[in-house]
Nanobody
Framework: QVQLVESGGGLVQAGGSLRLSCAASGSTFGIISIGWYRQAPGNQRELVAVITNDGRSNYADNVKGRFTISRDNAKNTVYLQMNSLKPEDTAVYHC??????????????WGQGTQVTVSS
């Protein structure tokens, strides 16, 4: 089992910055990727950014150039630096981890989420 704990959310004015953290604990063997998703009220959950175990990253088009995902392997922690925040970035941000199973297949884990609110 893997536990994911997010932190760093809060209230910020448009144009401001926040850094989210996702700390993974437990059986972190075989991590394939760790990413951030967000869900605003009335909307479906959407991918924000993801980073693979070999360091490749991918971003949603609407955050490219503003958000940066990074990871500290020694701490099993992934960060999402969010700059130039916009009101439309307001959502609950969830951490997601995908890992290989020892017997084949994959496991997927989710954190409980952290609220990000951007005021205009």
């Amino acid at each position: 089992q893997v536990q994911l704990v997010e932190s760093g959310g809060g209230l910020v004015q448009a144009g401001g910055s926040l850094r989210l953290s996702c700390a993974a604990s437990g059986s972190t063997f075989g991590i394939i990727s760790i990413g951030w998703y967000r869900q605003a009220p009335g909307n479906q959950r959407e991918l924000v950014a993801v980073i693979t175990n070999d360091g490749r990253s991918n971003y949603a088009d609407n955050v490219k150039g503003r958000f940066t995902i990074s990871r500290d392997n020694a701490k099993n922690t992934v960060y999402l630096q969010m700059n130039s925040l916009k009101p439309e970035d307001t959502a609950v941000y969830h951490c997601n981890l995908i890992a290989r199973r020892l017997v084949g297949g994959r496991n997927e884990y989710w954190g409980q989420g952290t609220q990000v609110t951007v005021s205009s």
